[in-house]
T-cell receptor, first 111, second 112 residues
Framework: QKEVEQDPGPLSVPEGAIVSLNCTYS??????FMWYRQYSRKGPELLMY????GNKEDGRFTAQVDKSSKYISLFIRDSQPSDSATYLC???????????FGQGTTLQVKP | EPEVTQTPSHQVTQMGQEVILRCVPI?????FYWYRQILGQKVEFLVS????????KSEIFDDQFSVERPDGSNFTLKIRSTKLEDSAMYFC??????????FGSGTRLTVV
């Protein structure tokens, strides 16, 4: 079983839609959960991180963690064409800085 | 906003040659990392570096790879004898703590 699984998509939505991006993981030791956005031929850009179950909101973005189900989500409200990118989940145990990434989901928001 | 700077942006090298990928981390950061991303695949951890030594490395980071912080600002990844399968985007990252990474824009390495 892969440590982190993420549907690669692609996911195409109309502008203004609510987007839901998800990852599952198998390692119970993971404590910190990140979402990165990556534009083509650029490095990942940190959007949000959380370390407990529950929700964390930042503007149009909400990160949700369910440790009992080993499931994390990122919701994007009022999606914009500029949100079109690949979204990567990543996580680690907190003992070292080593991040384990998901495959990334490619999102296209159509005007 | 502070950035992690990587040079060159694209490097083409012949198989068997040595390459050095360079990174300038953010100045007050203490943790340094290299990751790579083969086209169409996941971003993969290579190595982390803290307090002037390697703190963790992956199975990918074999004897062909080495890292150095030759002065107070640069952080380099050396691949001694490149193979075709080393072709990838290589990302440097730095952080003040093991959580808030900032990645550079990457060096695309093409081995021919």
């Amino acid at each position: 079983q892969k440590e982190v699984e993420q549907d690669p998509g692609p996911l195409s939505v109309p502008e203004g839609a609510i987007v839901s991006l998800n990852c599952t993981y198998s390692n119970s030791a993971f404590q910190y959960f990140m979402w990165y956005r990556q534009y083509s031929r650029k490095g990942p850009e940190l959007l949000m991180y959380t370390y407990s179950s529950g929700n964390k909101e930042d503007g149009r973005f909400t990160a949700q963690v369910d440790k009992s189900s080993k499931y994390i989500s990122l919701f994007i409200r009022d999606s914009q064409p500029s949100d079109s990118a690949t979204y990567l989940c990543a996580m680690h145990s907190g003992n070292t800085g080593k991040l384990i990434f998901g495959q990334g989901t490619t999102l296209q928001v159509k005007p | 906003e502070p950035e992690v700077t990587q040079t060159p942006s694209h490097q083409v090298t012949q198989m068997g040659q040595e390459v050095i990928l360079r990174c300038v981390p953010i100045s007050n950061h203490l943790y340094f990392y290299w990751y790579r991303q083969i086209l169409g695949q996941k971003v993969e951890f290579l190595v982390s570096f803290y307090n002037n030594e390697i703190s963790e490395k992956s199975e990918i980071f074999d004897d062909q790879f080495s890292v150095e912080r030759p002065d107070g600002s640069n952080f380099t990844l050396k691949i001694r004898s490149t193979k075709l399968e080393d072709s990838a985007m290589y990302f440097c990252a730095s952080s003040r703590d093991p959580l808030g990474y900032t990645f550079g824009s990457g060096t695309r390495l093409t081995v021919v």
